[in-house]
């Protein structure tokens, strides 16, 4: 009986010696979980625009293999849509409790082009304004390009999930006004979509940190709206042509829409309407080139002051028969 008794004893240890080593990680990484970064109570349109990039190779996948994503990117981008939309303050806010470990800002918000490479002066600086926070287990948040000025944490504050600790801008390096949310564990980098004990690549098994599951959207609409030019996408980041109402002698008339996330082969469907319903404007056709970000637009010029009104837009786009989006606006002509 004693000597069965000490097997016990040895056997037990070993299994426990093997939940530590090979078990330990996991059930470490399931006890972590995260909020939402950014409060978008005051926003009607808050979105991830970009995941991190799932492959090793310079082919770029997010963790559900598709193109939300750039080569290397290490977080999770939670957009909104404009400069308009940053002004009135959007709140980032912890994700999970912890201590303050860094702090930096004082980097001006400044929106560069995609095809920009990194300025000599954001060199080190690519996160622009942030914050680190450190958590229990080995875990650390990363929350970049906040808006200047907005930092209100110190190094050592304690903050429980939801506390704020800036407001979301675009400095550093970037392209349009978003928070990126970088997640470590033990100083790796982790894609909260599916865990700290994943292997690298898209179709693995997933264990997400968040503590209310996120779906995920592959394409989406930013904005939409009416313009009396040809509107460009930095006048769309800018926050222009919001207007709902547009005097009736303009030179001209034009819906656009900005989307994220289109696929080379899908259809778009863009129509016009005067007040009468009559087709003013029109485009069906296939998009050439998949874009993480994309915009379309139909209208015309006019020598003449148009009907006054109710206009409407309307944007349909279709991916192998399914409708994506389904859309309709209204600019009331004066």
């Known amino acids: 009986m004693r000597r069965l008794y000490l097997g016990s004893l040895i056997w037990l240890f070993g299994l426990g010696l093997f939940f530590v080593l090979f078990c330990g990680d996991r059930a470490l990484s399931q006890s972590f979980q995260l909020g939402l970064p950014v409060d978008c ?12 990039d799932r492959d090793p190779s310079p082919e770029a996948l997010d963790f559900e293999c598709g193109r939300l994503t750039y080569d290397g990117h290490k977080g999770t981008d939670f957009a909104i849509p404009d400069e308009r939309t940053m002004e009135r303050g ?15 800002d004082g980097i001006p918000d400044q929106r560069l082009q995609d095809e920009g490479g990194l300025p000599p002066e954001l060199e080190g ?8 926070i450190e958590h229990s287990g080995g875990w650390t948040t990363q929350y970049c390009h906040l808006r200047q000025g907005s930092v209100s944490v110190q190094p050592g504050d304690r ?22 949310l970088q997640v470590a564990y033990n100083n790796r980098i982790v894609d909260p979509f599916v865990g700290s004990d994943v292997e690298p690549g898209c179709q693995s098994d997933r264990q997400p940190l968040w503590a209310e599951p996120l779906s995920y959207v592959p394409t989406g609409n930013i904005r939409s709206g009416f313009a009396t030019q040809v509107p460009t996408l930095s006048d769309l980041w ?22 994220f996330g289109v696929l080379e082969g899908d259809i778009e469907v863009v129509e016009l309407h005067d007040p009468q319903g009559q087709i003013f404007a029109q485009n069906n056709s296939p998009i050439a080139q998949s874009q993480k970000v994309w915009m379309s637009f139909i209208g015309q010029r006019v020598s003449e002051p148009l009907a006054a009104g ?10 192998n028969g399914q409708v994506l989006l389904d859309l309709e606006r209204e600019v009331v002509l004066r």
């Open 90 to 104: 959007i709140p980032v806010v912890a994700s999970a409790p912890g201590t303050v470990l860094r702090v930096r």
């Open 41 to 52: 109570s005051s926003t009607d349109n808050c979105f991830i625009l970009l995941y991190p």
């Open 125 to 132: 600086q690519e996160c622009g304004n942030g914050v680190v």
């Open 159 to 180: 903050l429980a999930t939801g506390d704020a600790i800036g407001l979301i801008g675009q400095s550093g390096f970037t392209s349009f006004p978003h928070v990126h």
């Open 310 to 319: 109710n206009w409407s837009g309307h944007y349909r786009l279709e991916r």
């Open 238 to 259: 800018n926050g222009k042509f919001s207007n709902t109402e547009l005097p009736s002698n303009s030179p001209a008339l034009l819906f656009w829409v900005q989307t």
